[in-house]
């Protein structure tokens, strides 16, 4: 069955650095795009980036750019996300998606659980 | 950046009623319009993509209408399950955004 897990989540200091897994099973791993999303303490849902299925195009949202790079390596099955620069808007919970199949992006059918990240002095 | 405007806020709804969500563009996204539930401590799930295709295993009582700016997600009758929140989300364009929520509670 298709699996989504995510990890490196923890506690950071404004300013440091993060990295995010997403380590996928269950699936032809590259043949999807695989997208992060994040939901803020009590808030609601805000995509954050895409990475293609065959890696040739990224995406993000404006608050992100420039300071996180999404990365995929097929030979593991795994999707990361790079964040650097840290601030404390970004405390959220972390979320890795799978885009539906035949689509350009923006439908995801799978998620992961979620991994935390809180950025506090 | 197109802007999804979710109402209401809040639905106060009893099991059997029907519910009917609603989720404004800034802009024409076409049909690019996705809604997704969540419950508490849980991930969200799928429920309808592209206006009104049903993502699989939802059920019959979960259907999407509407076209270009105005869009809709009915719950034809509500099972105690379904209590949770909705977010539309569209794909029509960069950035990805998604709607502000709306809460399903008892009522």
Known sequence: QVQLVESGGGVAQPGRSLRLSCSASGFTFSSFAIDWVRQAPGKGLEWVAIIWYDGSNQYYVDSVKGRFTISRDDSKNTVYLQMNSLRAEDTAVYYCARGMAGTTGGVFDYWGQGTLVTVSS | ?107
Do not use: M, N
């Open chain 2, 1 to 107: 950046e197109i802007v999804l405007t979710q109402s209401p806020a809040t639905l106060s709804l009893s099991p059997g009623e029907r519910a009917t969500l609603s989720c404004r563009a800034s802009q024409s996204i076409s049909h690019y319009l996705a809604w997704y539930q969540q419950k508490p401590g849980q991930a969200p799930r799928l429920l309808i993509y592209d206006t009104s295709y049903r993502a699989t295993g939802v059920p019959a009582r979960f259907t999407g209408s509407g076209s270009g700016t105005d869009f809709t997600l009915t719950i034809g009758s509500l099972e105690p399950e379904d209590f949770a929140v909705y977010y539309c989300h569209q794909r029509s364009d960069w950035p990805l955004t998604f709607g502000g929520g709306t809460t399903v509670e008892i009522k």
